[in-house]
Each structure stands twice: as structure tokens, then as C-alpha cells.
């Protein structure tokens, strides 16, 4: 398959651990890389690679791979983390990239 | 630094044509694969291809290719995305972004660009 899937919806209690999952066959072999979208902004990129932040980010953020599942880790999380998250990868061929369908963090 | 500013937002009629543009700064324009990457209003992010500046080697997502064409100018480090006849389904933002990484398993858009919001009403 060339697609990533997301579970629409997540939510965390104030500074508790959330895990956001993307799946797909392509994630077997290529890591995912993680967006942060905020209402009426550009995404930003929170993890990618085997387990990098781009500079800037907290170390809050982390990730990891397991078989055809990518996972991004929010370790205490803040209320400035609710968002909506997308993972991004390479398709199964390898030639074009895909985006998975996104992921609504609620921070209650 | 590196920064990537998006032409402004558009109004267009359905059959008109349009053409963004990503203008780029901080950095070799011709080293970076620039993707571009649509969201449609209240949805997910789209990737639609990338463009290679330095040899113009571009890769569509097979439901935009034959719909939007991406080019690039290397003397003003500006890339494009193109529409010769618009409907009203193409209303969303559109954002460029630079992509890094190994090459092989390992890419990010790391930089992007504010979005360019094309309005195409019916």
C-alpha cells in the first residue's frame, strides 16, 4: 500500500505521555518524519530520521519504528503541543512521498 | 538563513489560469528537491511532487500529474506551481517546502514556505 494511516483523533491529559501512530507498508523500510500543524499556520517539523529533531524542538518530542508502524512520543505533555500531526514518508516504490491523514491532539 | 516566501493569495474564475510561485534565499536553490504539498479547507496535508532545480528532474503524484505543472527559474532561485484551467475543487492552501535528508530512507521537509491560498469559487 502507498498510504499512511493515522488515527484521527488523540487526546492527553495535561503533562502525561501520548503516543501518535502512523502505519503503512512502505514504513518497513523508509522512517517517517513528524509535522506539527497549528490553526492558520504552516506545518513544522518535529522529528525525523531515526529519532532527530530539527533544532528548536523540545526533547519532549521523540520517535521510533517498529515493523510497519512509525510512532512519535510527546513525554509531558504541554498545552501548547495540542495540534494536529502528520506523518510523512516515502511510498512502498520508493518514488514519490505520502502523507498520512493527520492526527488531532487534544490536551485536556 | 533559509526562508522560502510564497506569492499571495488568489481569486480566481473556474477555467482561468494561475501560476504560484516559492521564491527561496539561504541556500545552493539548486542542491534541494522543493515539494509541494496542498490542504484542501478543514483536511489533511497533500503531497503533490517535487521538483529537482538543478536538473529539473520532477515526480507528480499520479492524481496531480496532467493537472498542475512545477517548474523552477535557478537564475531567481524561484520555483512554481502552475494551473492552465482552474475548478473549484483546486480551492485550498498550497505551501513549497525544502526537502533534506539521506536520499534513500531518511527525508524531511524541513523548511516551508507561509502557503499561498488559491480561491476558486463556482
Known amino acids: 500500500s502507498s498510504e499512511l494511516t493515522q488515527d484521527p483523533a488523540v487526546s492527553v491529559a495535561l503533562g502525561q505521555t501520548v503516543r501518535i501512530t502512523c502505519q503503512g507498508d512502505?514504513?518497513?523500510?523508509?522512517?517517517a518524519s513528524w509535522y506539527q500543524q497549528k490553526p492558520g499556520q504552516a506545518p513544522v517539523p518535529v522529528l525525523y530520521?531515526?529519532?532527530n529533531r530539527p533544532s528548536g524542538v523540545p526533547d519532549r518530542f521523540s520517535g521510533s519504528k517498529s515493523g510497519n508502524t512509525a510512532s512519535l512520543t510527546i513525554t509531558g505533555t504541554q498545552a501548547e503541543d495540542e495540534a494536529d500531526y502528520y506523518c510523512?514518508?516515502?511510498?512502498?516504490?520508493?518514488?514519490?512521498?505520502?502523507f498520512g491523514g493527520g492526527t488531532k491532539l487534544t490536551v485536556l | 538563513e533559509v526562508h522560502l516566501v510564497q506569492s499571495g493569495a488568489e481569486v480566481k474564475k473556474p477555467g482561468e489560469s494561475l501560476k504560484i510561485s516559492c521564491k527561496t534565499s539561504g541556500y545552493r536553490f539548486t542542491e534541494y528537491w522543493i515539494g509541494w504539498i496542498r490542504q484542501m479547507p478543514g483536511k489533511g496535508l497533500e503531497w503533490m511532487g517535487i521538483i529537482y532545480p538543478g536538473d529539473s528532474d520532477m515526480r507528480y503524484r499520479p492524481s496531480f500529474q496532467g493537472q498542475v505543472t512545477m517548474s523552477a527559474d535557478n537564475a531567481i532561485t524561484t520555483a512554481y506551481l502552475q494551473w492552465d484551467s482552474l475548478k473549484a475543487s483546486d480551492t485550498a492552501m498550497y505551501y513549497c517546502a525544502r526537502l533534506e535528508g539521506d536520499g534513500y530512507n531518511s527525508d524531511y521537509f524541513h523548511y516551508w514556505g507561509q502557503g499561498t491560498l488559491v480561491a476558486v469559487p463556482s
Open positions: 530520521g531515526k529519532d
Open positions: 512502505s514504513l518497513r523500510r523508509y522512517y
Open positions: 510523512n514518508s516515502r511510498d512502498i516504490s520508493g518514488y514519490f512521498l505520502v
